[in-house]
């Protein structure tokens, strides 16, 4: 039976249409390193118990166990999606020793970097998990003062890399290759890049200056990279969640393994909460079942985040390749369509630029769309005005998309201003919000390592959660690995056109052909 045939489900989705969505009652919960406020999301008792139902037949708590106990949580590729391992404060026995010499191994690189003077800078190449995690965590905690200068580049097209190393001294700059295939084309393409820069500036052995992170060591180790800068991951640690392994050492070379050892902990408290937190209190999955509230019962088909704190400028980007990587697929486990959408489209950006870019789309727009509220209690600043300005206007936006306002309120407030009744009345129209728009609002003490890997947890588990109750698997990604395969047809042609190429549909023919011309 389908989910949406399933009794669990058609209950589930009539309590959610009946349930209040004015945010009249407050709804806070409490978790390691925020708070997470409901309030202004569908909520009623009967909606609760229809929730557990639901979890109850998707067979929820033995998922859960499955992702902690090192089972088949990945059981389209079938491997454990084993993340959560590699922030634990003791690991998991079956791989206690692998993780925790790992770990080691990051952290005495860093203390000899460290000691010895070595590298100014750090060029981090990557792409996707092994670039978003590491990208966002050094801009978010660099007000706590940086010990080197990270550059990203992850594009294959190569103003990235050639960018990142603008400026930088050749002679004392790591260059950190991170691929968990040592495959993936673009980390490869600017290694290279990379390499020759080195060797033009005069580097007498540029391969000393690289580190590998990978879970294929013999390629890396073919690259002709030293076994002591290679550092291990394992298959079953998915790349968008690989920020907890050898992934974070440009964290640990920037800020110190003292915050990257924070950054777990605070993970690693979230992941203990998740994992013991009764149904109604567990943070990641009550903010889970109202994202599928919100997507296959109310009908948004997007989610907005917006981090009212500019350091967390690169968090949107690394929540939309969580979602929508980890989500957005079409068959269950027995191969059978899901039969409902699996997943909203997540776009966002900081407060409070983003209040000047979209937002009133979101105010006034007939589709609107949920939003991810954030926001810090403590700044790291001087400016206690600027920070009370930047509180009013999150928790005034807000409000104002859950409380809208009336004809009859508007017409009010342009009667004031407007002598003719009948200007007052078209104006009025104008000012109409429809309000009872869902949103959620996480609220950090301060943005410190500790909080961040909470927050980052959090919305690991709820992404998990979600595919639990849809039924697919949030640790593989076919459509992207389709969008490889397509591409390495191309790239052949290009290389070297023949009359036997693959078929194409009109437009790629005619772009392949009129390239290969020009190259």
């Not at 088949?72 to 079938?78: F, G, L, P």
């Not at 203390?111 to 800078?121: I, Q």
């Not at 929540?319 to 997540?346: F, H, I, N, R, W």
Request: proline share 6%; charged share 20%; glycine share 8%.
């Amino acid at each position: 039976m389908s989910l949406p045939d399933s009794p669990a489900w058609k209950t589930f989705a009539a309590a959610a249409r009946s349930a209040s969505r004015s945010g009249e009652r407050l709804r806070v919960i409490d978790a390691p390193g925020l708070r997470l406020d409901l309030s202004a999301q569908a909520q009623s008792s009967e909606l609760a118990q229809a929730a557990d139902a639901l979890l109850r037949q998707q067979d929820f708590e033995e998922a859960r166990a499955r992702l902690f106990d090192g089972g088949n949580a990945n059981w389209t590729e079938r491997r454990p999606a084993w993340h959560t391992a590699l922030r634990a404060g003791v690991p998991p026995a079956m791989v206690a020793h692998a993780v925790q010499s790992e770990r080691d191994r990051v952290r005495q690189f860093v203390r000899d970097a460290d000691a010895a003077g070595r590298y100014s800078s750090v060029l981090h190449l990557g792409i996707g998990g092994s670039d978003w995690g590491p990208r966002l965590i050094t801009r978010a905690l660099r007000h706590g003062g940086a010990r080197r200068e990270v550059r990203f580049a992850s594009n294959v097209d190569s103003h990235s890399v050639a960018d990142a190393m603008s400026r930088l001294d050749p002679h004392d700059t790591l260059v950190i290759v991170a691929s968990k295939s040592f495959t993936t084309t673009e980390p490869l393409a600017n290694a290279e890049v990379a390499m020759n820069w080195l060797r033009d500036a005069g580097v007498a052995d540029p391969i000393k200056q690289v580190v590998a992170i990978t879970a294929n060591v013999e390629a890396a180790l073919n690259l002709g990279i030293s076994p002591d800068h290679i550092f291990q991951i394992w298959d079953w640690v998915g790349g968008r969640y690989s920020l907890w392994s050898a992934i974070g050492l440009p964290v640990a070379l920037a800020l110190g393994n003292d915050t990257f050892d924070q950054l777990l902990a605070g993970a690693a408290a979230m992941d203990e909460h998740f994992r013991n937190a009764p149904a109604t209190e567990n943070a990641p999955l009550q903010l889970a079942l109202a994202g599928v509230v919100n997507r296959n019962v109310l009908g948004y088909d997007s989610l907005v985040i917006s981090p009212y704190d500019s350091r967390l400028h690169h968090l949107v980007p690394w929540a939309q390749q969580l979602e929508m990587e980890s989500l957005g697929k079409v068959a269950t486990a027995d191969g059978s369509p899901v039969g409902m959408p699996t997943g909203p489209a997540v776009w966002g950006m900081p407060g409070t630029d983003c209040q000047h870019t979209f937002f009133q789309w979101l105010h006034q727009d007939a589709a609107g769309a949920p939003v991810d509220f954030i926001l810090c209690e403590q700044p790291d600043h001087a400016y206690a005005r600027n920070h009370e300005l930047l509180i009013a206007n999150c928790l005034a936006q807000r409000s104002a998309l859950l409380r809208g306002k009336t004809f009859e309120e508007a017409l009010a407030e342009t009667s004031t201003k407007e002598s003719d009744p009948g200007r007052a009345r078209i104006l009025a129209m104008h000012l109409v919000h429809p309000g009872g728009r869902p949103s959620s609002l996480i609220v950090l003490p301060r943005l410190e390592a500790y909080t961040l890997g909470a927050l980052l947890a959090l919305y690991e588990h709820k992404v998990f959660s979600q595919g639990v109750i849809w039924g697919i698997n949030p640790f593989d990604q076919w459509g992207v690995e389709f969008g490889k395969a397509l591409a390495r047809g191309i790239i052949r042609e290009l290389d070297a056109p023949s009359p036997q190429a693959e078929q194409q549909d009109p437009s790629t023919r005619y772009w392949i052909d009129a390239i290969a011309r020009h190259s």
